[in-house]
């Protein structure tokens, strides 16, 4: 009988063990690791961050959901990964045996590599819970005592949508307080263009961004490298196309959000043949390691090329339906190895988002993630907005339900009406 692992429980982690349980013979076992007892639903942190939700309405406690599922679960961290044993040693000094391990940690946010960025400095960050609630906390005492806003993603991220939804909120939260007139409003981005979201745009997001920004008196800086941030100031250098230096800012602000650049975990960060030089876990086609190939990995902490080479290094995202895509590919391959058969389930590398702006909101699909596309489709509206705030319920509901069925893939592409373009 064999023991799998799934090393994190997040949007990967938990339908990838829900989705393992399933699948496998009933002698098999599947524990979860992870270095936090809940469950959170990350897209909803720029939410929490204007108090628009509370942090208990998008976390969950993990241990009791898998405990129905007959899943184990172990709330302590990875301190380092032994592939070469076949096993993961644990912050608190223990060590778990795996047959089969799947790597979904999400990415470590690497703050530290501009002075003075994220919550430990002088930004803010909504990445994590934690970081919203605090970012929170801060926003109420803004509001009293309003400034200069600076808002964006700093170089090397691969995360922009949420860079973009943050500004929206935060422009819509100030508009209902009647205070947005006194708030300047600068967005950095290490993006060529507005709009290009780390995939070389979708559709017209180009056009329609920047008429969104300039409808709501957004200023804007690109190919923008973060060099230093200090209290209330940050230091900016903007390139031309040629990646050669153009302009010098300092940008004065009162509140910051910088979305950071990621990284590979410390857990597996520098293991030959695991992971790439910035610690993101090397897979082939099946989501398999091609070095230790009882490891498989989904989610943030894969490693994917960038979409195209930019002046200022950005990468691509990887969004929730893309995820869903992987864990199941994961899955079934498993499943066939332990059969004594060859993986042959590819994800689809298609990206699909809801990204909110507080009273309306865009939604882009790009099918496949990489130009030249089948489909390329961005557009906006209020309806997103609504989209947006049913997913977020119907993804709790099943999580607290505990199940396997693709959310993402069923919700998102269901309220964009595309469902015939499942790739099957
Ligand atoms: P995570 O959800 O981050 O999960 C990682 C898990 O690993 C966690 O359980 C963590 O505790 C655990 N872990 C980390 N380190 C260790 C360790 N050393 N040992 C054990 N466990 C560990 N995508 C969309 O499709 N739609 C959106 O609207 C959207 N909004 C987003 C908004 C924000 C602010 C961000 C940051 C991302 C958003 N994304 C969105 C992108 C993506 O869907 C999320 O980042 C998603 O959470 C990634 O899932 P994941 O499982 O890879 O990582």
């Known amino acids: ?42 897209p909803s942190n720029p939410w929490v961050a204007v108090d628009w939700r509370k942090r208990e309405a998008i976390e969950v406690e993990i241990g009791p959901l ?4 007959g899943i184990d679960f172990i709330a302590v961290g990875a301190k380092r990964v032994h592939p070469e044993r076949n096993q993961i040693e644990l912050d608190d000094g223990r060590s778990v045996d795996y047959d089969f391990l799947v790597i979904a940690t999400g990415p470590k946010l690497a703050f530290e590599e501009v002075e003075g960025l994220g919550p430990e400095g002088h930004t803010h960050s909504i990445c994590h819970v934690d970081h919203a609630v605090e970012a929170e906390k801060a926003w109420q005492e ?48 290490a993006e060529p263009y507005i709009g290009h979201l780390g995939l070389g745009g979708v559709g017209d997001s180009k056009g329609l961004m920047e008429s969104v920004m300039r409808d709501r008196h957004i200023k804007w800086i690109c190919n923008a490298k973060t060099t230093k941030v ?62 230790f190939q009882n490891i498989y990995s989904v989610g943030v902490c894969v490693a994917i090329p960038p979409v195209e080479t930019t002046p200022v290094p950005t990468g691509a995202p990887k969004t929730g339906y893309m995820i869903e895509s992987m864990v199941s590919a994961t899955v079934h391959n498993i499943k066939e190895v332990m059969d004594g058969k060859e993986p042959t389930h590819k994800a689809t590398w298609n990206a699909v988002c809801l990204a909110d702006f507080g009273d309306n909101g865009a939604a ?19 309806w997103v907005h609504l989209a947006k705030v049913a997913f977020e319920k119907f993804y709790m509901r099943k999580i607290r339900k505990g199940t396997s069925e693709h959310v993402f893939e069923k919700m998102v592409l269901n309220s964009l ?6 790739d099957k």
């Open 230 to 291: 200090e209290a209330g100031k940050m230091y900016v250098t903007e390139h031309n196309d040629d990646g050669t230096p153009k302009k010098e800012h300092v940008l004065e602000f009162k509140y910051s959000m910088m979305l950071p650049a990621f990284k590979g975990i410390d857990a597996v960060f520098g293991i030959e043949g695991l992971t790439n030089p910035r610690g993101f876990i090397l897979i082939d086609a099946f989501q398999r390691n091609p070095k």
């Open 66 to 69: 898998l405990a129905k599922k």
């Open 142 to 189: 803004f509001v009293k005592n309003p400034g200069h806003i600076v808002v964006g993603a700093v170089q090397m991220a691969s995360c922009y949508g949420p860079a973009y939804e943050f500004a929206m909120i935060m422009d819509t939260d100030l508009r209902r307080r009647k205070l947005r007139d006194k708030v300047p409003m600068t967005f950095v981005t």
């Open 417 to 422: 009406g595309i469902m015939k373009l499942k």
């Open 1 to 42: 009988m064999a023991h799998i692992v799934i090393l994190g429980a997040g949007i990967g982690g938990m339908p990838a063990a829900y989705e393992m349980r399933e699948i496998l013979r009933p002698g098999d076992k599947v524990t979860v690791i992870s270095n936090n007892p809940m469950h959170h639903f990350t």
């Open 364 to 382: 882009f699909v790009a099918l496949p993630q990489i130009p030249p596309r089948n489909v390329s489709w961005f557009s906006q509206g209020k």
